[in-house]
T-cell receptor
């Protein structure tokens, strides 16, 4: 059974810092991996989707990498801003027909 | 596209009452998922549908929970009778069809359920 772990559970950084959020999964035979952002009391917003054949995806200041063989993904946020404060969730899909399995998220606080 | 639409946004009900949550997926998406989120357990999959057919309901916690998808544009999650431990945020998500080149999820804004 696929399990997704995110470390750390919470992170606080000063504004302007570059930071990395980590995600690991137990079964490396994944179909794709998706990073989401969740603001307090809100739904999930998709940030980046990496297919199993890809190594990374970029969107603005965000870069997500995927290393299937080691069961790891990282989300890199450049030049962090207070508006980046949110919970970031990693999720993997084992096949095109199966649901996403979520980690519990990393709660990020960017201090001005 | 209005995205995945859930209603109501908030629901407060008394223990023992029936609760019905509603979801309208994105048009053309053939997968629909119901998740529950709590602080302790994170996001848990309750049930999912493909082409309106329930595929896996093993995450439904008890017989008090039931879900239907009568057509491609509507699904309901019902709890009867509700209990205080059912208090959580319930999310609906839909996913694009195979072959479309993108299998990402789109989530609704969720229904915050409080059972008192």
């Amino acid at each position: 059974k696929q399990e997704v772990t995110q470390i750390p559970a919470a992170l606080s950084v000063p504004e302007g810092e570059n930071l990395v959020l980590n995600c690991s999964f137990t079964d490396s035979a994944i179909y794709n991996l998706q990073w989401f952002r969740q603001d307090p009391g809100k739904g999930l917003t998709s940030l980046l989707l990496i297919q199993s054949s890809q190594r990374e995806q970029t969107s603005g200041r965000l870069n997500a990498s995927l290393d299937k063989s080691s069961g790891r993904s990282t989300l890199y946020i450049a030049a962090s801003q207070p508006g980046d404060s949110a919970t970031y969730l990693c999720a993997v899909r084992d096949s095109g027909n199966t649901p996403l399995v979520f980690g519990k998220g990393t709660r990020l606080s960017v201090i001005a | 596209d209005a995205g995945v639409i859930q209603s109501p946004r908030h629901e407060v009900t008394e223990m023992g009452q029936e609760v019905t949550l509603r979801c309208k997926p994105i048009s053309g998406h053939d997968y629909l998922f119901w998740y529950r989120q709590t602080m302790m357990r994170g996001l848990e999959l309750l049930i999912y549908f493909n082409n309106n057919v329930p595929i896996d309901d093993s995450g439904m916690p008890e017989d008090r929970f039931s879900a239907k998808m009568p057509n491609a544009s509507f699904s309901t999650l019902k709890i009867q009778p509700s209990e205080p431990r059912d208090s959580a945020v319930y999310f609906c998500a839909s996913s694009s069809p195979q072959g479309a080149g993108h299998y990402g999820y789109t989530f609704g804004s969720g229904t915050r359920l409080t059972v008192v």
